[in-house]
Each structure stands twice: as structure tokens, then as C-alpha cells.
């Protein structure tokens, strides 16, 4: 069975940081393309960043030089750090992984920014 589970949410002052973590269980992460998206109520879920089985990461406009991907495929687990967050970040942050076996996600973890 897969599991993704997630971590690091909370409330947090705008401008100031969390790190969000994914630990996945039960499929292979060092082949797996991990991916964080986020969903802010009433709009659609959205990608906020993606890092390929090799380390290449890619993110959305509205996260590039403030948020950071990465994974530790030792720890299978995927990291999201963010800065100088903003009210618009928030949302309910999911974790994806995507390989040959399947397309999973995790039950997600809500980011709240005050202004």
C-alpha cells in the first residue's frame, strides 16, 4: 500500500518561512517525479513545484525565488521550503508522486499566512 504523508503546516506571519515534508512508503522513490500543489478554497488545485527522479526541479511563477523543492531519496522524502510567504499561499499543500506503478497523493497539509 502506498502512503504519502505530510507534515510542516501550520500558521505562519507573512514573510515568514515553513518547510513542508512528504514521507512516501510502498512504491519506489528514487524513480518517482514528486511534485507539491496546493489548492486555496474556491480555486482549482494548482502545481507549485515538481522535482524529476534525477533532481531537476521546475516551479510555478508565482513560488520561483521564494520556494524551494528537493528530496532525499535515502529518507524517501520530499522537502518545500518557503519564503517570504505571502496571504495568497494559502492553501491546503499536496504531495504527489507520479512513476511506472502509479499517480499518488497524499492527504495534504493546510499552510495559513496572516497578513
Known amino acids: 500500500q502506498v502512503q504519502l504523508v505530510e507534515s510542516g503546516g501550520g500558521l505562519v506571519q507573512a514573510g515568514g518561512s515553513l518547510r513542508l515534508s512528504c514521507v512516501v512508503s510502498g512504491t519506489i522513490f528514487s524513480i518517482s517525479t514528486v511534485a507539491w500543489y496546493r489548492q486555496a478554497p474556491g480555486k482549482q488545485r494548482e502545481l507549485v513545484a515538481r522535482?524529476?527522479?534525477?533532481?531537476?526541479?521546475n516551479y510555478a511563477d508565482s513560488v520561483k525565488g521564494r520556494f524551494t523543492i528537493s528530496r532525499d531519496n535515502a529518507k524517501n522524502t520530499v522537502y518545500l521550503q518557503m519564503n517570504s510567504l505571502k496571504p495568497e499561499d494559502l492553501a491546503v499543500y499536496s504531495c504527489?508522486?507520479?512513476?511506472?506503478?502509479?499517480?499518488?497523493w497524499g492527504q495534504g497539509t493546510q499552510v495559513t499566512v496572516s497578513s
Open positions: 504527489n508522486v507520479v512513476n511506472l506503478l502509479g499517480d499518488y
Open positions: 522535482i524529476s527522479s534525477t533532481g531537476r526541479p
